[in-house]
């Protein structure tokens, strides 16, 4: 059974910076690509970035230069660095994980991810 239980979440000035972590159980953490997407009511779900196996990454271009998304095999587990936090950035974040190769057309897809963790909360204001 694959969980994936995100934490760091929480409410913050604009400009100011949070770091979410994204823990995997259940399986080969190392072969499997994360992801982060956020979501607020109303509107689909958005890809924000995504990390493969490898440590290749890809960015939604409304965060590039302000996020960062890392991971650490060690822990099994994925981190996002945001800074220079915008209002617009408020939304619930959703970590994803999935054993398949992405494109770069297919990784800000939520259909092309597995597993999903429940969500945490951003608010900037």
């Known amino acids: 059974q694959v969980q994936l239980v995100e934490s760091g979440g929480g409410s913050v000035q604009a400009g100011g910076s949070l770091r979410l972590s994204c823990t995997g159980f259940?399986?080969?953490?190392?072969?499997?690509?994360m992801g982060w997407f956020r979501q607020t009511p109303g509107k689909e779900r958005e890809g924000v970035a995504a990390i493969d196996r490898y440590g290749r990454t890809s960015y939604a271009d409304s965060v590039k230069g302000r996020f960062t998304v890392s991971r650490d095999s060690a822990e099994g587990t994925m981190y996002l660095h945001m800074t220079d936090l915008e209002p617009e950035d408020s939304a619930m974040y959703y970590c994803?994980?999935?054993?398949?190769?992405?494109?770069?057309?297919?990784?800000?897809?939520?259909?092309?991810?597995?597993?999903w963790g429940q969500g945490t909360q951003v608010t900037v204001s």
């Open positions: 259940g399986y080969t953490y190392n072969t499997y690509c």
């Open positions: 994803a994980g999935d054993p398949r190769r992405k494109t770069d057309e297919s990784w800000h897809d939520g259909f092309w991810w597995m597993f």
